[in-house]
């Protein structure tokens, strides 16, 4: 269920952007608002009952949220725009799209990359406890220490410390 819910929330919003851009329709900023606010809703209640945790949809949601944010302020720019001889509304609305929609999914891949960064980075930082050897494994290094001719000085043995 969150599949399909990630899903049609991204394609609705790569939709629109390409809807917005080509001028077919450019919807008023609160529909888009609304909108992107039941998209995010939506999948937070499914991910909340489901209870699973998908890295890889939780960043595809995050991307289709972005392009969300990108239309709704790209559409309230249009709104809003008054220098119709400096830039039309349509310019301006298209060039508010593409470079928020560009520095939106931008900031989402560095995010990524660097979460994956950390992880390796954390990976090879965390020490593997060694297992406790067992009495005879301890007696079988004390033999090869002895037959390599290892100095050594024994002071006590006990086989419940790791000392020996």
Do not use: C
């Amino acid at each position: 269920m969150q599949v399909i819910i990630v899903v049609i929330s991204f394609l609705s919003a790569a939709l629109g952007v390409t809807i917005m851009y080509n001028a077919v329709y450019i919807p008023s900023a609160k529909l888009i608002l609304v909108s992107g606010l039941i998209a995010l809703a939506t999948y937070f209640i499914v991910k909340q009952l489901q209870q699973s945790r998908n890295k890889k949809l939780d960043k595809l949601m995050s991307i289709s949220l972005t392009l969300f944010g990108a239309m709704f302020l790209a559409s309230l720019v249009y709104s809003i725009w008054d220098m119709e001889k400096f830039l039309s509304r349509l310019t301006m609305m298209k060039l508010t799209l593409v470079l928020l929609g560009i520095t939106g999914i931008y900031l989402n891949i560095v995010f990524i990359r660097a979460e994956i960064s950390y992880k390796k980075k954390r990976g090879n930082q965390r020490i593997e406890e060694q297992p406790n050897k067992s009495y005879f494994e301890k007696r079988k290094e004390e033999k090869e220490r002895i037959e390599r001719g290892e100095v050594r000085i024994i002071l006590g043995a006990s086989t419940d410390t790791n000392d020996n």
